[in-house]
């Protein structure tokens, strides 16, 4: 399916987040009442899509975090250094606004999500991702995340696997 022009940008005071439906409340009200407290304390950077000037077509959010060996999956932990924790990037949210879903633009969304983060010259293990339910769970399997063994709403995709292409 061919994905319309969309320009990714970080999100400023232009953006119109005031019409953005993803059809998830929580996700909207997040994009309309919390991020900008969020991005000014530095807990998150958003990152949107805009269709045309100034709509927001979709969005991400990313962050530090760190993942502890423990929950990883035996066989990727023991490949780890022993230390109890590995440095990761987590996007916390991700939606699509409804009329712009099925064009391919989420998964652009999360492609750049990908790049940006085996691109920062900040070492991370991989990109850990929080599914909101089972569907959007669904979504990042079919993009290659591993679920965490004891949590099955918590996926990550380590960022060697990206620098190798
Ligand atoms: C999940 C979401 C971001 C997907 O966005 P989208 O723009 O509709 O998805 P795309 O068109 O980019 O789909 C890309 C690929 O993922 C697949 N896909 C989409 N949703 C899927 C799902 N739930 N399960 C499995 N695969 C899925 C598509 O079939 C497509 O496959 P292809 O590239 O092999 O053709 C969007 O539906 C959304 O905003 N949902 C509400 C919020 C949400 O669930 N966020 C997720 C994390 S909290």
């Not at 439906?21 to 919390?34: F, T, V």
């Not at 999956?73 to 109890?84: D, E, I, N, T």
């Not at 998964?107 to 293990?125: F, K, N, P, T």
Request: hydrophobic letters at 45%; glycine letters at 6%.
């Amino acid at each position: 399916m061919s994905i319309a022009p969309f320009r990714l940008a970080l999100l400023d005071t232009q953006h119109d987040r005031t019409t953005f439906d993803s059809g998830s409340e929580p996700l909207n009200r997040y994009l309309r009442e919390q991020v900008s407290q969020d991005i000014r304390r530095r807990v998150t950077a958003c990152f949107v899509a805009l269709a045309g000037e100034n709509r927001i077509a979709g969005y991400y959010t990313l962050a530090s975090t760190s993942m502890l060996l423990t929950e990883l999956p035996a066989s990727m932990g023991k490949k780890l250094p022993r230390y109890p924790t590995v440095p990761a990037i987590r996007m916390g949210r991700l939606a699509v606004d409804q009329e712009f879903k099925g064009q391919g633009l989420g998964g652009a969304l999360l492609a750049d999500a990908l790049d940006r983060s085996a691109r920062s010259e900040i070492a991370a293990y991989a990109l850990m991702v929080d599914a909101k339910d089972k569907i959007a769970a669904a979504f990042y399997r079919h993009h290659g995340f591993i679920a965490l063994p004891d949590s099955p709403l918590i996926l990550f995709l380590p960022l060697a696997t990206i620098q190798s292409f």
